[in-house]
């Protein structure tokens, strides 16, 4: 899976690599067949904001979890690339 994803593209789920001996993840935008790769940084700083990410600290050192939207929230039109990376500009910097 490779490739660009328009900014005002839905998304189906954000993927985040983590390697906690590094303390680094890598966020991953995914839309059908693409993926592109749209924030990377301190894993330490991502747990303070992100609930998946703490969970996935106590349960494991290394490897990805996904956010999906469930429920009621899948096919809504805000889960974009582009409300993804500003997410990340507004939080980390």
């Not at 899976?1 to 995914?30: H, P």
């Not at 992100?50 to 990805?64: H, I, M, P, T, V």
């Amino acid at each position: 899976m490779e490739g660009r994803v328009a900014g005002d593209v839905e998304l189906d789920s954000a993927v985040f690599q983590v390697s906690l001996t590094k303390n680094r993840y890598e966020a991953i935008a995914c839309n059908g067949e693409s993926a592109e790769s749209v924030a990377s940084g301190p894993f330490d700083q991502l747990v303070l904001h992100l609930e998946d990410a703490k969970n996935f600290q106590s349960r494991s050192s290394s490897g990805s979890f996904k956010l999906l939207l469930a429920g009621d929230a899948k096919g809504s039109t805000w889960f974009t690339k582009s409300t993804l990376e500003r997410s990340f500009t507004l939080t980390f910097f």
